[in-house]
């Protein structure tokens, strides 16, 4: 058909997210309607993705968000494969669109996160659906979520990792919050206090402080009690209560909350990031 106005594609282009080309050609092939354009449309992105299933989409976003009363933090992982897309203020706004979904209807995990509906359908098929118009292999590979009297999210720029601390208190500064959302993207920590280091990591730097101080020559029936001093450096360096805050290394997160509010203490964190 030559009669498909520029106003149609531009209206189909707004629907759909598709390029002005392939939304000229779907209106052509469906005789200027658009619910048929649409649907040519999906299934376009639908066998791009199928050709795409074996390729690896290690590129992407890392998205975290708060629900309005702050007591919930959700984070998702949007994959992609390459860096141009990942940085694509369309794709960005397809994750953050998910994300809003997500914290509105309260999936328990990733599976959930796929099977929850988002403009009319399951947010898999809408990003199946997406992939399609920029013939990228688009995947939803990570969902979490943390509940507390008061959650703090942080992205790092970039959108590759991002946080999410809960704490025993609300009402507090929220630069506070802010400061251990941020510690914990730079400092890493395996565990929210020494106690709930779990118990493989434990065996393992006590294997590995033993080694060490069997290499250095120290007499055998002192390596349990030198491993035990190294591990509690472990602690202080690897669980987040303990560790020194990076903005003031005299003191650690649990004095730093302590020194804003007797009773405020981080509940559980979580952390993500894209091995990019």
Do not use: W
Request: aromatic fraction near 6%; include cysteine; hydrophobic fraction near 40%.
């Amino acid at each position: 058909m030559s009669n498909i106005s520029a106003a149609d594609v531009a209206k189909l282009r707004r629907l759909t997210g598709a390029g002005m080309m392939d939304c000229k050609k779907a209106l052509e092939e469906a005789a200027g309607d658009f619910e048929k354009a649409q649907e040519l449309i999906r299934k376009r992105g639908q066998a791009i993705a199928n050709k795409r299933a074996d390729r690896e989409a290690s590129e992407g976003i890392v998205l975290a968000k708060i629900s309005p009363d702050g007591k919930t933090g959700m984070m998702i992982s949007l994959n992609c494969e390459t860096d141009f897309v990942a940085k694509n203020a369309d794709f960005i706004a397809l994750g953050y669109k998910i994300l809003d979904a997500a914290l509105a209807s309260g999936p328990a995990d990733l599976e959930g996160l796929k099977d929850m509906t988002v403009d009319g359908k399951k947010a898999a098929e809408l990003v199946i659906e997406k992939s399609g118009i920029t013939g990228e292999k688009f995947e939803l590979t990570y969902f979490s979520s943390i509940s507390a009297p008061a959650v703090q999210a942080y992205i790092h720029p970039g959108n590759k990792l991002a946080t999410m601390v809960g704490f025993s208190k609300a009402g507090i500064d929220t630069q506070v919050y802010k400061d251990v959302a941020m510690q914990v993207a730079a400092m890493n920590p395996v565990s929210l206090d020494k106690d709930d280091v779990p118990e493989k990591i434990l065996a393992q730097e006590l294997d590995i402080a033993r080694e060490q101080a069997r290499r250095e020559g120290k007499p055998a029936e002192m390596l349990d009690k030198i491993a035990q001093g190294k591990l509690n450096k472990f602690f202080k360096e690897s669980s987040l209560m303990n560790q020194e805050f990076i903005k003031d290394n005299k003191m650690s997160i649990r004095q730093y909350l302590e020194s804003k509010d007797k009773t405020l203490k981080a509940t559980g964190f979580v952390r993500y990031t894209l091995n990019v």
